[in-house]
C-alpha cells in the first residue's frame, strides 16, 4: 500500500522535506543566537555604564576609535572653547521628572592642543531653537584654556535615535552630529566623535550618554526574536503538509485496492459513454438500457415467436377439421 512512496514524484516530496526542515531549524537557530548576542551585548553595555560614570577620565587620544567598549567611557581633552562656531542641535528630548520634554543641545567645538577640534555638548535647553527668547537663555561658554570631561559618544548617523529626518539645517543649527556634518561649516579638521558633559552650566541640563549603536534591545533586536519565530513555524509547516499529502496519497491506494474506486470509474464512464444506463434507461445516444431495455427487447421477440406458434397452430386445427368432413 505504500509504494506510492518509491514513485519518482514522491522521492522529489521527501528529498524537499529532508532538506527543508533542517534548514529551517537552523536558520532560526541562528536568528535566536542572534538575539540573545544583542541581549548579552544590551547588559554588557549597562554595565559599562555604570562603571563609567564612577571611572577616573582618560585622554582622547587613548580612546579613539570609539566603538561599544569605549563608547560611554569618561574622556578628557584639554584646549580652548571656539566662541565663534557655537552651534544648537534642534529637535532633541529629554527625559525627567516631569517627562520626556522638547528642547535643544548647545553644541561648542573644542579646539585641543593637538589642532582638531572636539564637539562638545555643553548641555541641553528646553524650548525651540529658533525662538529668540528660548536661544537667550544658552550661557556663553567659558574662555581660555580649559579641560573638559564627559562621556564619550560616536558620531550621528541617519539612523541615530533623536536625529530628525531629512531637510537641512538653518544658520547656526546642525541637524546631525558628526564629522561629515561639520566639515562644511568649521576651517579645520574635526574629532570623529564627541563628548557631552558631566558638570554643566546653568541652566543648562546634562545630557545622558546614548547606548552605542547596536548594543541595545533595538528594533532590529524584535525583529530576530519575530524571524526565529517565522523559521519555525515553516519548518512546522513543512512537516504538516508532507504528512496530509501522504495521508491523502495512502487512502487513495487503501480504496483502490478495495476496489472502491475501480467500480465508481467505471459508473462514471458508463454514464458519460452513453451506452447502456443504469435500471434500463436510455443513454446520452438514446440506446437501450442496461437491464429493463435489453430484457423488453428480448420478451417482446419472444412474444412475438409464441404468438406466431398460437397462429401457426389454430391453422392446422382448422385443416385437419376439414380434411375430416370430406
Known amino acids: 500500500m505504500y509504494r506510492f512512496l518509491l514513485t519518482p514524484r514522491w522521492w522529489g516530496i521527501n528529498v524537499f522535506a529532508v532538506l527543508a526542515i533542517p534548514v529551517c531549524i537552523f536558520m532560526g537557530s541562528w536568528q535566536l543566537s542572534r538575539f540573545e548576542d544583542r541581549v548579552d551585548s ?13 571611572a577616573a577620565a582618560r585622554p582622547l587620544e587613548r580612546l579613539l576609535p570609539v566603538d561599544q567598549v569605549t563608547s560611554g567611557r569618561q574622556a578628557s581633552a584639554r584646549g580652548h572653547y571656539d566662541t565663534g562656531h557655537q552651534l544648537l542641535v534642534p529637535g532633541r528630548t529629554l527625559k525627567d521628572k516631569h517627562g520626556e520634554r522638547q528642547g535643544f543641545y548647545v553644541l561648542t567645538l573644542l579646539r585641543t592642543d593637538g589642532g582638531k577640534a572636539l564637539p562638545v555638548v555643553r548641555g541641553w535647553l528646553p524650548g525651540d531653537a ?6 537667550a537663555k544658552v550661557p556663553a561658554p567659558p574662555k581660555g584654556e580649559v579641560t573638559v ?17 531629512a531637510g537641512g539645517p538653518a544658520p547656526g543649527r546642525l541637524a546631525m ?29 546634562a545630557v545622558p550618554p546614548a547606548a552605542a549603536e547596536g548594543s541595545g534591545l533595538d528594533l532590529k ?6 524571524y526565529t519565530g517565522e523559521w519555525f513555524v515553516f519548518a512546522g509547516f513543512v512537516v504538516f503538509m508532507w504528512f496530509r499529502l501522504f495521508r491523502r496519497e495512502s487512502e487513495a ?25 443504469p435500471e434500463g434507461s436510455a443513454g446520452a445516444d438514446g440506446d437501450v438500457g442496461a437491464t429493463g431495455g435489453v430484457g423488453a427487447v428480448s420478451r417482446e421477440a ?11 397452430s389454430g391453422e392446422g386445427q382448422d385443416e385437419a377439421a376439414r380434411a375430416g368432413k370430406a
Open 42 to 54: 544590551h547588559r554588557q553595555q549597562e554595565d559599562r555604564s555604570a562603571r563609567a560614570k564612577t
Open 130 to 135: 529658533g525662538t529668540k527668547a528660548d536661544t
Open 149 to 165: 570631561t564627559g562621556a564619550l559618544q560616536a558620531s550621528e548617523s541617519q539612523g541615530s535615535d533623536g536625529v530628525p529626518g
Open 177 to 205: 552630529i558628526s564629522a561629515a556634518s561639520l566639515v562644511n561649516i568649521v576651517p579645520y579638521d574635526v574629532y570623529d566623535a564627541w563628548i557631552t558633559l558631566t558638570d554643566t552650566q546653568a541652566p543648562l541640563r
Open 221 to 226: 533586536a524584535f525583529q530576530n526574536l519575530g
Open 253 to 277: 491506494a487503501r480504496d483502490a485496492a478495495l476496489g472502491i474506486g475501480v467500480e465508481v470509474e467505471a459508473e462514471r464512464a458508463l454514464g458519460a459513454d452513453g451506452d447502456v444506463g
Open 302 to 312: 419472444s412474444g412475438r415467436t409464441e404468438s406466431g406458434r398460437d397462429e401457426g
